[in-house]
């Protein structure tokens, strides 16, 4: 048996394919500026999906008026944390310029990347300085959902 697009089937609930905004991300404020250099495809954690563990997608169109977007922060889960350009031809190339920093150590990133952040690692800011063509972003928490201790002034 064949399912399209998530219609039937024992496991469809598994399958995500509508964006459910995540309750605790930011002030309305935050959001409106978020919406205005990005993009979210999807977000999956334990409340879009029971047993699920909390991931991030998105899409970074253009440089935002806030700098730095993401301020400094701490989780007591493990995080990963990927940037991957939009060149076909160089997919190494991010198509953009990130600074991101962890435990006060600053990376500027031109290229595709991933980042792991084990728990207890200071990270950010981060720095969107450059955007020449759209940059893929996701990240990965191992915990059910997002948790605070993440601060966005």
């Known amino acids: 048996m ?9 496991f469809s609930k598994y ?5 459910k905004e995540p309750a605790n991300m930011g002030t309305p ?4 500026l978020y919406n205005r250099f990005a993009k979210r495809v999807l ?4 409340d879009v999906c029971e ?8 899409w970074y169109f253009a440089v935002p008026e806030r700098d ?3 301020t400094e922060h701490v989780h007591d889960y493990d995080e990963l944390i990927g940037f991957y350009g939009s060149n076909s031809d160089d997919p190494y190339d991010l198509g953009g310029v990130i600074e991101f ?3 006060g150590e600053a990376h500027r990133l031109t290229r595709s990347t991933m980042i792991f952040l084990p728990a207890g690692a200071t990270h950010n800011p981060m720095r969107i300085l450059e955007v020449n063509k759209p940059i893929f972003h996701f990240s990965i928490v191992t ?5 605070g201790n993440a601060t966005y002034k």
């Open 2 to 10: 064949v399912y399209d697009n998530n219609k039937g089937g024992e």
């Open 15 to 19: 399958f995500v394919q509508v964006l």
């Open 29 to 32: 404020e935050f959001r409106e």
């Open 43 to 46: 977000w999956m954690d334990s």
């Open 51 to 58: 047993g699920a563990f909390q991931m991030n997608t998105a």
């Open 68 to 70: 730095p977007i993401f």
């Open 101 to 103: 920093s962890v435990n």
């Open 143 to 147: 915990n059910p959902t997002y948790e």
